[in-house]
């Protein structure tokens, strides 16, 4: 597929009046400046990039002294064996508490008072093959069970939500080198409410489940990518997250226009609007338009969005390496492609190919699976927007800017008075308008 023009993807009408012109956006990419408006209507910046990630100070108590007198499920002589296991220079020692005669509420209390008195020390239930009894395994903590504690306590923890400042790449690109750079996992423990354009200064917010002492070093490791303003969330973002965006935009080398007829076009613009098109970055920098590929993945032809999404990266990859990957439906060729050098900014696509290596090729579903969701998602909004543009084009083309019925109107309130009237019948749509 040749270059998208606005025309290819639906972007066809001019709500002002006046003399058009011409112009370059994005010359630069630093014409192009957009910070993210979040859910609150605040304004993202960056505006702390050396973070210092606070740590809280660990405080060592010394446990609370047991009493025997005090407790019936846990004897005198099992207290004083736990004592000297705590001692025992061997890490494999070990004592058996047996529990015999006792219910589960009692079995559960044991461990609870091993964990409370004695926290270096782990318990676990194990049945005794001789009465078929349950009773309770004493162990020190092992290197294993210490990182294994800590592996748990991370996947039960909150999300870590950070500002990331990019210059002249997309969103999921700047992800995916972080995750390179610091040899992280996939880009699914990444979320984002967009993607932002490539080719343009861009502010927005990530969510993450990586802790930020992680994070961090990546702002000494690149130069076109800042992160910070480190805090934590309850929630990861979703795709739409957000109120909307504020750009700060340079058009340059305007021809053909008189300075009178741009004052008119820069009043037109603020006091008329503009038709509320989805922008080219809907529809991807690469030869394939994402719109296609959306299109093909809603009508459930697999095998079509699988052919799109591999021949976006052939213009990176050497002939050998083409003639595989459009003959991945052979058994083993999506396998070999693997093993050719890949161009760092075709992920997804490798992705793609590790599904199939792995399901094989009549798997297309569980394959495109290892695509991270955000990026298939973005696949299927890039369709769409493609829609909305070619309806909206086809509105404003027949019925132009005044409303008809089945439109939704923003109508201004009557009246800021309190009423006890349904919102409904306080706005009103003159029809007369």
Request: with cysteine.
């Amino acid at each position: 597929m040749s270059m998208l023009y606005e025309k290819d993807v639906g972007m066809t009408e001019y709500v002002g009046k006046h003399k058009g012109f011409t112009g370059i956006l994005k010359l630069r990419y630093q014409d192009f400046l957009v910070n993210e408006i979040n859910l609150n209507g605040e304004v993202i910046h960056l505006t702390n990039v050396d973070v210092m990630v606070e740590k809280k100070p660990v405080v060592v108590d010394e446990p609370p002294v047991l009493n025997t007198e005090d407790i019936s499920v846990i004897s005198k002589e099992d207290v004083d064996e736990l004592k000297n296991l705590l001692v025992n220079t061997d890490p494999s020692a070990s004592f058996i508490i047996k529990t015999a005669g006792k219910n589960k509420a009692e079995r559960t209390e044991i461990h609870k008072i091993v964990s409370q008195y004695f926290p270096k020390l782990e318990t676990k239930t194990i049945k005794n093959a001789e009465t078929d009894e349950q009773d309770i395994k004493v162990t020190k903590f092992t290197k294993e069970n210490i990182n294994r504690r800590r592996q748990s306590r991370e996947k039960s923890s909150k999300f870590c939500k950070f500002v990331m400042h990019k210059e002249n790449i997309a969103t999921m690109d700047a992800v995916n080198l972080i995750i390179r750079k610091l040899h992280l996992r996939q880009a699914r423990c990444f979320h984002s409410a967009g993607n932002k354009d490539k080719r343009g200064v861009t502010v927005q917010t990530i969510t993450t489940s990586i802790s930020p002492e992680r994070l961090v070093p990546i702002n000494q490791l690149l130069n076109n990518i800042r992160i910070g303003n480190f805090e934590p969330c309850e929630s990861a973002l979703r795709l739409g997250d957000l109120k909307g965006n504020r750009f700060s935009i340079v058009i340059r080398n305007t021809l053909d226009i008189e300075e009178a007829d741009l004052i008119l076009a820069i009043k037109s613009f603020s006091q008329v609007g503009f038709l509320n098109y989805f922008g080219m970055q809907r529809f991807g920098t690469s030869s394939v338009a994402t719109y296609e590929v959306g299109k093909s993945l809603i009508a459930s032809k697999w095998e079509n969005a699988v052919d799109l999404i591999l021949s976006s990266c052939f213009k990176d990859c050497s002939e050998e390496m083409i003639n595989l990957i459009r003959n991945w439906r052979e058994a083993g060729n999506a396998r070999k492609a693997l093993t050719h050098q890949w161009n760092k900014r075709s992920s997804f696509e490798r992705y793609l190919l590790e599904g199939l290596a792995y399901f094989g090729p009549k798997q297309l579903v569980q394959s495109l699976g290892r695509i991270p969701r955000n990026t298939r998602m973005l696949y299927l909004h890039s369709y769409q927007s493609f829609v909305w543009n070619r309806v909206v084009s086809r509105r404003f083309s027949v019925y132009g800017d005044s409303p008809v019925v089945g439109d939704l109107v923003f109508a201004e309130t009557l009246s800021e008075e309190p009423s006890s009237e349904p919102a409904a019948k306080k706005q009103k749509l003159d029809s007369s308008k």
